[in-house]
């Protein structure tokens, strides 16, 4: 039985995070509501989000540099304000910001353990 790799686990957690905020950057931007499907599509998205960035975090078993997060969580924060003042006449913040919130907290804190096991990969 072979063994799953980080890199998979790492590209999977980028792609599904990558499927998932545009998926509420269109529902948050929409003129007619999004059908059911979508919501029930993001909702399988975010359980797999889930559990792929538990694996990530029980994977690593280094103790994370936390100041990626913070130089990631320097520039993200600003550039996302500065897009949301730009478009805040095309946008429902009532989807947009509960949405935008839990992901870039759930990115930032996978973040440090992904690039760890990205490194512990390539060094192997």
């Known amino acids: 039985m ?10 999977s957690f980028v792609i ?23 919501g029930y599509l ?8 889930a559990f792929i960035g538990i694996a990530i975090r029980q994977r690593d078993k280094n103790t994370p540099r936390y100041d990626i997060s ?4 320097v520039y993200l924060f600003p550039l996302i304000l500065v897009y949301m003042w730009l478009y805040r006449n095309s946008i429902d913040f009532n989807i947009l910001l509960p949405g935008l ?7 930032l804190s996978i973040l440090p353990h992904g690039l760890n096991l990205w490194k512990f990969e390539q060094h192997q």
Do not use: C, E, M
């Not at 499927?19 to 999004?34: E, F, G, H, M």
């Not at 993001?42 to 989000?49: A, K, P, S, W």
């Not at 913070?70 to 969580?73: L, N």
């Open 2 to 11: 072979s063994r799953v790799s980080n890199k998979f686990y790492i590209l």
């Open 16 to 38: 599904l995070f990558g499927i998932s905020t545009v998926l509420v950057l269109i529902a948050s931007t929409a003129k007619t509501p999004l059908p059911a499907w979508g």
């Open 42 to 49: 993001d909702v399988g998205i975010v359980v797999l989000l």
């Open 70 to 73: 913070h130089q990631v969580a």
């Open 101 to 107: 919130a839990w992901r870039t907290y759930f990115f």
